[in-house]
């Protein structure tokens, strides 16, 4: 559907695929449970169906109409999160697409299909569609208390398919849900002091045993009378609160709902009742709070459960205490029953952020400015998002601090420490180099050389945390005869992120004549813009500052630091083989699906690739890195096509 106009080739390819999963998908669906002849299941009783919707115990809205002890077997395993209730749901809502696409309508019998060789004692079919996971017969109907989310999706389906069958049975579930959503009993409404309820009545589609078997337009839905029913618990300020974890995903997911039967049936019912929601969620609550990540950067939640997005060095959720990135647009898990909002990032009920999160919010944006945006003369914000750079000015991505130990006539003792906190894009730091500058002048006089000098690494944290595997190495070079040196301290192979201490002594070993070590650190270029711990009043692995006088290289390239004026700068020889490999963006050695991540984020501003990368980005040889080479590499995953592909 989404590239048969401008790429069929591509689109046939999909549907081709999207068949071949979905009969999979049949022909591995195995349930335990099944309906009997009469279309009952064990442990219903007729009582049931007259139990009504209470807040308390929501499910008994459909007591006795559902097959609930109908138990799918081939689910696959989840790892004990999230757990799939089963897959009926999820194979409509393929089957309705499907139709979507081929306009055979077995794929919606699939869904809706009716046994009508067998009746029941009060002269109903049972379902044998996927339906009849959710209506056990054609004398029973449904009310969908929940909404289209992760977990089901039979929202989506009626939506789907009530426009397709015209059938009063789709119409009314696909209607109720979202009266149910945007309703409140007349007597609440007018007491109501917060956002208004769309709706104070349910439409009558008639008997539950008519409906499976009738048709409806939308106009006629329209006239159609009013009865009671049951609605959704609103906050104080009219928020429709399904639950509490995700609040806002659940909300957001009924206001697409909302526009889709806008779009079907011109009806503005409910669109109103979403604007209003939506105005909640951009700030308009009681807290002031907009529950969308860099809408309002005032007050708006910033601190969203989103490891990338925190940016921690330390694996804390609480280090940093703001997050190094904002994570634009993304729509944190938002108020409680009482519309109050913790803006923690380890709080993952009011502020977990997900694809799911996401996917019912754009849905609902993108209808509320069809409906209203374009005649407010709404347009998307030039140049967004704003660099990182604009909001924070100069971003050290690498630091380094030092402190100095004990100091005598025979040596001095240096703590360095080093921070990798990249961030554009997060990186492991290799082939990292640190210099410390010093002189030997007094040495010299004494008839010594820079080979009376010893190094002895007291501490180093590479060499502690993985037993000894990797340890940091050193070189000592004497750059001119006025004694100028620097010691070079090399890290070995090992990729790190966040923060290394390592812990030396320049030592003389030598004695002059007069029996005495004449070591002296004033003449040291480094040792002059640091402090010693003592002075600091501090351990010395707490009392590291920020120092210019020690520089730091990466691959080559200074990043921290200035040396002295003639201090030579390394030259830098990579021991990483120059990537040749068409559609490996990210220059790692193979194609992937981060590949076309990177090289989207570069396209749209977001992110840069090494030169190498854009090589090898260029899949179709056109001397240009586009839209159509992320679409290509992504083509090569899925064997569609080869790299490289012609252009």
Not at 127 to 145: A, E, L, V
Not at 148 to 159: E, L, N, P, Q
């Amino acid at each position: 559907l989404n590239f048969k106009d401008t790429d069929p080739e591509y689109a046939e390819e999909s549907l081709k695929a999207a068949k071949a999963l979905y009969k999979f998908a049949r022909e591995t669906h195995s349930e335990e449970g099944q309906t009997n002849s009469d279309g009952k299941t064990a442990g219903q009783t007729d009582e049931d169906a007259e139990k009504g919707y209470s807040e308390d115990d929501p499910d008994a809205a459909n007591a006795g109409v559902e097959n609930s002890s109908m138990v799918v077997t081939s689910l696959g395993y989840d790892g004990g999160f999230y757990t799939s209730s089963y897959d009926y749901d999820e194979l409509a809502w393929a089957a309705v697409w499907l139709y979507e696409c081929t306009d055979d309508w077995d794929y919606i019998d699939h869904i809706i299909h009716v046994n009508e060789n067998v009746t029941g004692d009060m002269g109903a079919h049972p379902y044998t569609g996927y339906i009849k996971r959710i209506i056990k017969d054609t004398g029973n109907c449904w009310q969908n208390i929940w909404v289209h989310c992760w977990d089901t999706v039979w929202g989506g389906v009626f939506a789907k398919l009530a426009p397709i069958t015209n059938c009063s049975r789709d119409w009314y579930i696909f209607r109720w849900n979202l009266e149910f959503w945007s309703g409140m009993t007349p007597e609440d409404a007018e007491k109501a002091t917060g956002l208004p309820a769309a709706v104070t009545g349910h439409k009558n589609f008639g008997m539950d045993d008519e409906v499976w078997n009738t048709t409806i337009t939308a106009k006629e839905i329209a006239d159609l009378p009013e009865q009671d029913g049951a609605w959704l618990k609103k906050t104080p300020a009219g928020f429709a609160m399904l639950n509490d974890y995700g609040s806002a995903r659940y909300d957001t997911a009924a206001q697409l709902e909302a526009m889709v039967y806008a779009k079907e049936t011109g009806d503005m019912t409910f669109v109103e009742w979403s604007k209003g929601q939506m105005s909640y969620i951009m700030g308009n609550n009681p807290m002031g709070r907009s529950y969308i990540v860099g809408y309002d950067l005032e007050n708006g939640a910033s601190h969203p459960h989103h490891r990338a997005a925190h940016g921690s060095t330390t694996l804390s959720m609480d280090d940093p205490e703001d997050q190094t990135h904002v994570l634009w647009g993304a729509l944190v898990g938002g108020p409680d029953a009482i519309d109050w909002h913790r803006d923690l990032t380890k709080d993952y009920i009011y502020n977990e952020v997900a694809v799911d999160y996401n996917a019912g919010f754009v849905g609902a944006c993108a209808g509320l400015y069809y409906y209203y945006g374009k005649d407010a003369g709404d347009k998307p914000e030039p140049d967004f998002p704003p660099s990182e750079e604009s909001m924070k000015g100069e971003i050290k991505e690498f630091t380094l601090k030092a402190a100095v130990g004990q100091e005598d006539n025979m040596a001095t003792q240096i703590l360095i420490e080093i921070e990798n906190h990249a961030s554009l894009p997060p990186r492991y730091l290799n082939g990292t180099d640190v210099r410390y500058y010093f002189n030997i002048g007094e040495l010299l006089k004494s008839g010594q050389t820079v080979d009376n000098i010893e190094v002895r690494m007291d501490y180093d944290s590479i060499k502690s945390n993985t037993n000894g595997e990797y340890q940091v190495s050193w070189d000592i070079v004497q750059y001119n005869d006025a004694g100028d040196c620097y010691i070079e301290i090399h890290f070995p192979d090992y990729k790190f992120y966040g923060k290394e201490q390592f812990q030396f002594a320049l030592m003389d070993t030598t004695q002059n004549a007069e029996y005495t070590f004449v070591w002296d650190s004033s003449n040291d270029y480094s040792r002059n813009t640091i402090r010693t711990a003592d002075e600091m009043g501090k351990q010395l692995n707490e009392a590291p500052e920020f120092t210019d006088g020690i520089t730091m290289y990466t691959e080559g390239v200074r990043v921290w630091g200035t040396p002295p004026e003639d201090a030579p700068e390394p030259e830098y020889v990579s021991d990483e083989p120059t990537s040749s490999i068409c559609g490996d963006v990210d220059c790692d050695g193979d194609v992937d699906i981060v590949d076309v991540l990177t090289l989207t984020q570069y396209l749209t501003g977001m992110g840069d690739i090494l030169p190498d990368g854009k090589t090898n980005a260029d899949v179709n040889h056109d001397n240009a890195v586009k839209d159509d080479d992320a679409m290509n590499i992504l083509k090569s995953l899925v064997k569609l096509v080869t790299l490289p592909v012609k252009s």
